[in-house]
C-alpha cells in the first residue's frame, strides 16, 4: 500500500493512531471480468473438492479480498453452474 494512502487515511479520521497500519485492507471498488471469472473458476473447482457453502463463502473472501456478500454471490453462481453441469444429461431430474 502506498503510504501516501495510509497518511489520507489518518487525516480523514478513518484510522485510529493505535491501529497496525500494516493490517489495513484497501480494495478495489470493481473488479475486472477475468477476476470474477477465475473467483467463479476457483470456486467450481473447490465445490468439486467437497467444500461447503458456507466454509467456501469465507475462503473466498478471505482469498480474493472481497466482502462475505459478494462471496457468497461468487459461491451461489459457481454452486447454480455446477449444478448445472452435474446434472446436464439428466434433463428430467430422474437419476436412475
Known sequence: MEIAIV?????RGC??????L??????NAWVS???KQQRHEWSMKQIDKGVGFS???SLVAD???CSRR???RVV??????????AFADDPLGEMG
Open 7 to 11: 497518511f489520507d487515511y489518518l487525516l
Open 15 to 20: 484510522v485510529d493512531v493505535n491501529v497496525n
Open 22 to 27: 500494516s493490517r489495513i485492507v484497501v480494495t
Open 33 to 35: 471480468r477475468q477476476e
Open 55 to 57: 466454509e467456501l463463502a
Open 63 to 65: 482469498t480474493w479480498g
Open 70 to 72: 459478494q462471496a457468497h
Open 76 to 85: 451461489s453462481d459457481a454452486h447454480k453452474e455446477w449444478m448445472d453441469a
